[in-house]
């Protein structure tokens, strides 16, 4: 979300949506509130600082990472106080285990993602990292049924071998599938626990198979950059139940009149249903429909409009699937 006040982010959540409410991020207030320093701050027995290259591992804990636990914790403060009574959904995201290794350094510069050994490592501290959390989301919010989000826009890159290592002359080697795969469950499985969980991607070529297998109860993805190649694995993966998040609504760079059509907003999912020969009264149960990425470089009045507008475009797709 757009801003640095965590009580203005979570009030306009909570009063805007119906259902499915999520912790807001607010990068906009720096390093430890950026995407890969807050997931650093929930990280077990690891640490990191920041470089001029980005985030790197540390000793200890250290100023920036004070600074990251500082951030959530005030973003958890304003949810909980904005949240009382709530009875729903809760999505709490972070970023990924792969997308991580492929941002955060090494003592020596190089990303994390060149030994294995390391990602091995970060997985296990991560899941760890977000048990805790999420349970702490529970306490707060306890009528909730928390879902998690891992966020992993760089997985397509780190399967095919197109991470940069640090010098930009060469690029990682490609991780194979199934050590992808294995990595993935066991954040899904030890971070959320019995609780879902979502895997975002909002990069072309996302791996809709291999993150059902992994254990997705979700996929998130930008609706704009599929491609029919895509199609097999999307009917795959709605016929095994695993659910859409559609981002079919702009998440910047668009005024609010591309907000003023709900139902031609979820006309692309109508068409990809009819193509996939799927049943039109599917498409409420399987969709959520949400903005394409993350709404932090809009404005918060277009923030606000987004997110109405994703509550007005299900509607839609609810009361009229074909």
Request: hydrophobic residues 40%; glycine residues 14%; charged residues 25%.
């Given at each position: 979300?757009?801003?640095?006040?965590?009580?203005?982010?979570?009030?306009?959540?909570?009063?805007?949506?119906?259902?499915?409410?999520?912790?807001?991020?607010?990068?906009a207030r720096g390093p430890g509130?950026?995407?890969?320093?807050?997931?650093?701050?929930?990280?077990?027995?690891?640490?990191?600082?920041?470089?001029?290259?980005?985030?790197?591992?540390?000793?200890?804990?250290?100023?920036?990472?004070?600074?990251?636990?500082?951030?959530?914790?005030?973003?958890?403060?304003?949810?909980?106080?904005?949240?009382?009574?709530?009875?729903?959904?809760?999505?709490?995201?972070?970023?990924?285990?792969?997308?991580?290794?492929?941002?955060?350094?090494?003592?020596?510069?190089?990303?994390?993602?060149?030994d294995p050994g390391a990602c091995?490592?970060?997985?296990?501290?991560?899941?760890?990292?977000?048990?805790?959390?999420?349970?702490?989301?529970?306490?707060?919010?306890?009528?909730?049924?928390?879902?998690?989000?891992?966020?992993?826009?760089?997985?397509?890159?780190?399967?095919?071998?197109?991470?940069?290592?640090?010098?930009?002359?060469?690029?990682?080697?490609?991780?194979?599938?199934?050590?992808?795969?294995?990595?993935?469950?066991?954040?899904?499985?030890?971070?959320?626990?019995?609780?879902?969980?979502?895997?975002?991607?909002?990069?072309?070529?996302?791996?809709?198979?291999?993150?059902?297998?992994?254990?997705?109860?979700?996929?998130?993805?930008?609706?704009?950059?599929?491609?029919?190649?895509?199609?097999?694995?999307?009917?795959?993966?709605?016929?095994?139940?695993?659910?859409?998040?559609?981002?079919?609504?702009?998440?910047?760079?668009?005024?609010?009149?591309?907000?003023?059509?709900?139902?031609?907003?979820?006309?692309?999912?109508?068409?990809?249903?009819?193509?996939?020969?799927?049943?039109?009264?599917?498409?409420?149960?399987?969709?959520?429909?949400?903005?394409?990425?993350?709404?932090?470089?809009?404005?918060?009045?277009?923030?606000?409009?987004?997110?109405?507008?994703?509550?007005?475009?299900?509607?839609?797709?609810?009361?009229?699937?074909?």
């Amino acid at each position: 979300m757009p801003g640095e006040d965590p009580r203005e982010a979570a009030r306009t959540v909570a009063g805007t949506l119906e259902s499915f409410l999520f912790l807001p991020e607010l990068p906009a207030r720096g390093p430890g509130a950026d995407m890969t320093g807050r997931t650093a701050g929930l990280l077990a027995e690891l640490y990191a600082r920041v470089e001029p290259s980005g985030w790197r591992l540390g000793d200890r804990p250290g100023r920036d990472t004070r600074r990251a636990r500082s951030y959530l914790s005030a973003d958890l403060d304003a949810l909980e106080e904005f949240t009382q009574g709530y009875a729903g959904a809760l999505k709490v995201a972070a970023v990924g285990p792969w997308t991580l290794a492929a941002s955060l350094e090494r003592r020596n510069g190089e990303a994390m993602l060149g030994d294995p050994g390391a990602c091995r490592d970060l997985a296990a501290s991560l899941a760890e990292g977000l048990r805790g959390h999420l349970a702490d989301v529970r306490r707060r919010v306890p009528g909730a049924r928390v879902v998690l989000q891992l966020d992993e826009p760089s997985l397509p890159a780190v399967l095919t071998g197109r991470v940069p290592t640090a010098s930009g002359y060469r690029t990682h080697r490609a991780v194979d599938r199934g050590v992808v795969e294995e990595a993935l469950r066991g954040v899904l499985r030890e971070g959320a626990g019995e609780d879902p969980a979502v895997v975002h991607c909002c990069a072309p070529g996302v791996p809709f198979g291999l993150l059902r297998r992994a254990g997705a109860a979700a996929v998130s993805f930008d609706f704009r950059l599929l491609t029919e190649r895509d199609d097999d694995a999307l009917g795959e993966a709605v016929e095994a139940g695993t659910g859409l998040l559609a981002g079919v609504v702009p998440g910047a760079g668009a005024g609010e009149g591309a907000l003023s059509d709900p139902a031609g907003t979820v006309g692309g999912v109508r068409s990809l249903w009819r193509r996939l020969g799927l049943a039109p009264g599917s498409l409420a149960e399987s969709v959520t429909v949400t903005p394409s990425c993350g709404l932090a470089g809009a404005s918060p009045a277009y923030a606000r409009a987004a997110l109405a507008h994703c509550v007005r475009a299900a509607r839609s797709l609810a009361n009229d699937p074909e």
